[in-house]
């Protein structure tokens, strides 16, 4: 059975930082796709970050610059480093994670970041 759980959200002022972790479990972690989507308010979820499992990283244009994520397949983590947070950012965070060749996206229940202005 294959669990994301996410870490590390909560109410942070605007120009602050967050980390959030996702610790993954029941899946091939070194073979998978894994990231970070979110859900605002009354919008759909949205990609916010993902990194293969080769390493390549990609980012949605509102967080270039301040957000950055990274993986450890030894401990089977991916993080989300938020820099310079933005009351735009304030959402419910997603981890994700695909293994190669599988059509199935993994989903956590999500952590909440909320940024105050």
């Known amino acids: 059975q294959v669990q994301l759980v996410e870490s590390g959200g909560g109410l942070v002022q605007a120009g602050g930082s967050l980390r959030l972790s996702c610790a993954a479990s029941?899946?091939?972690?070194?073979?998978?796709?894994v990231g970070w989507y979110r859900q605002a308010p009354g919008k759909q979820r949205e990609l916010v970050a993902t990194v293969t499992s080769g390493g390549s990283t990609d980012y949605t244009d509102s967080v270039k610059g301040r957000f950055t994520i990274s993986r450890d397949n030894a401990k089977n983590t991916v993080s989300l480093q938020m820099n310079s947070l933005k009351p735009e950012d304030t959402a419910v965070y997603y981890c994700s994670a695909q293994a190669i060749g599988i059509p199935i996206r993994y989903w956590g229940k999500g952590t909440l970041v909320t940024v105050s202005s």
């Open positions: 029941g899946i091939i972690f070194s073979m998978s796709a």
